[in-house]
């Protein structure tokens, strides 16, 4: 028998959200049911949620992710299947590397400092960065006991205790909220970075730890900051991916609506209601925000719905600027900088899209992304775009030299886009899935609950789509 014959008699499944979490998981319902009936809603002008591509004049501008992690296989999996899989850019290889702002100069992540811990000694003895105090407590971090207690830890707690004070303020916030635009003191080791967590429970010492990897030839990569040989991004940007999801769903026959504005349940049917009609389905994915599937789900579940609406979320504010690269007196290097928390300054980082991969500029231009807001300055969000491009610029002039304006501006808001794993979110998410279980029909995907990547959002959404069908027989 076909996998696809069970779903005869189901016919009618419902996808809300037309982000890559949705499309992902519509594109796998047809996948592994191609005679299903699948309805996609969505309220955006256009698919794909924060995911989107411009281009002016010859820059290719993308407004919020410029690319995705590889030591996943979901994103590059997808590709494959869509057929862009050749069309994936790794990053220039000779521009490897991030930087950190210290009182006003650009300084060099050391060689091989990945987030929380450092694979080689020599160039952390070597930083400017952090000064010989800072340098030999890091450094001690071998000598550091493991905490054996149970139970989930800040990411300042827990960089602080095995890196110390200084490591923790100069290179792991900045690094890392450069990631989740999070607070440190509230975001969560255990759903934010458990591998860290691992690593001290398994070797004691994540110094130990990356020794040992080395040891076995397991991690020879030499950038510094993120792991950038192992991002790779659409020659023709991000939205390339959005319009072969959509292309291959319109092919599938799949059936595009818009806002939903009530969500209930019957006992057997989910009735699915916007401002055109009510419609009957047997399987509902909700690949939202945490807040906006709550408000769904209010009708069907106030436990869920409350349980939902306890994960917090932050936003971001991105000005894109183009500049001649003639009015940068200092050049770019490597990918772009972060910006400590206690540097005090007006912007979270800048990442230099034009040096991370080709096409992003014409050849004598730059083009760089500069991020404002986030948990710890929400309140600039409400800045006008006149002001943003103001603080953007006035930052850039001071740590690149850049002189005069840029010939290109964008400003792009993304208000409550970012979900914060705080401490407790992996029992806060444990309880959200016990409770949705409840409805075998019903799957929640997206980035707020197991990963925040594209290829994280992805594989939610493709779960999502198994689930549903489960109870079906299409496995």
């Not at 210290?102 to 000694?121: D, E, K, M, W, Y």
């Not at 860290?196 to 020879?220: K, Y």
């Amino acid at each position: 028998m076909n996998q696809s014959e069970p779903c005869l008699k189901v016919a009618r499944i419902a996808v809300i959200g037309g982000g890559i979490t949705g499309l992902a998981a519509a594109h796998r319902l047809k996948e592994l049911a191609p005679q299903a009936r699948v309805a996609l809603f969505d309220a955006g002008e256009q698919l794909g949620g924060v995911l989107q591509t411009e281009r002016h004049d010859g820059y290719l501008i993308e407004l919020s992710a410029d690319n995705f992690i590889t030591n996943v296989p979901w994103g590059v999996d997808l590709c494959r299947r869509l057929g862009l899989a050749e069309q994936l850019l790794p990053t220039h290889e000779s521009e490897r590397r991030a930087f950190v702002v210290r009182q006003g100069r650009l300084l060099a992540v050391p060689l091989g400092f990945h987030l929380l811990r450092p694979s080689r000694v020599w160039p952390v003895v070597r930083s400017p960065l952090l000064s010989w105090p800072g340098k030999l407590r890091l450094l001690c971090e071998a000598f550091v006991r493991p905490q054996r207690t149970a139970g989930d830890e800040s990411l300042a707690s827990f960089a602080r205790r095995r890196l110390g004070r200084e490591a923790f303020e100069r290179l792991v916030q900045p690094l890392v909220a450069g990631i989740y635009t999070a607070d440190a003191e509230q975001l969560s080791m255990a759903a934010a970075l458990p591998r860290f967590f691992e690593m001290e429970r398994a070797h004691g010492s994540l110094l130990r730890a990356a020794w040992r990897e080395r040891a076995r030839g397991a991690d020879g990569n030499a950038s510094s900051g993120a792991r950038y040989g192992l991002f790779v991004a659409p020659r023709d940007g991000m939205s390339s991916l959005v319009a072969a999801l959509a292309g291959k769903l319109e092919h599938a026959g799949v059936e595009r609506y818009g806002t939903v504005a009530q969500l209930d349940w019957n006992g057997q049917l989910w009735s699915v209601t916007t401002d055109q009609a009510t419609r009957e389905f047997d399987a509902v994915i909700l690949a939202l925000p945490a807040h906006a599937a709550a408000g769904l789900l209010s009708s069907v579940s106030q436990e869920l719905a409350a349980e939902l609406n306890r994960i917090p979320y932050a936003g971001s504010a991105i000005v894109v600027l183009g500049y001649r690269r003639e009015q940068l007196s200092r050049g770019l290097e490597g990918f772009g900088f972060v910006v400590p928390a206690i540097e005090r300054r007006n912007i979270l980082a800048a990442s230099f899209s034009s040096s991370k991969f080709d096409g992003r500029a014409p050849a004598d231009r730059v083009l760089i992304r500069v991020f404002l807001g986030g948990a710890e300055r929400p309140d600039q969000l409400e800045l006008d775009d006149r002001t943003l491009v103001e603080l953007a610029t006035g930052e850039l002039t001071g740590l690149l030299g850049v002189q005069g304006p840029p010939e290109l501006t964008r400003v792009v808001r993304w208000p409550r886009s970012m979900p914060q794993y705080h401490i407790g979110h992996v029992e806060l998410v444990e309880r959200i899935e016990k409770l949705a279980a409840q409805w075998p029909t019903l799957a929640l995907a997206g980035n707020a609950y197991h990963g925040v990547g594209v290829p994280n959002c992805i594989h939610s959404g493709e779960q999502a789509a198994q689930r549903v069908l489960a109870p079906f027989g299409v496995r």
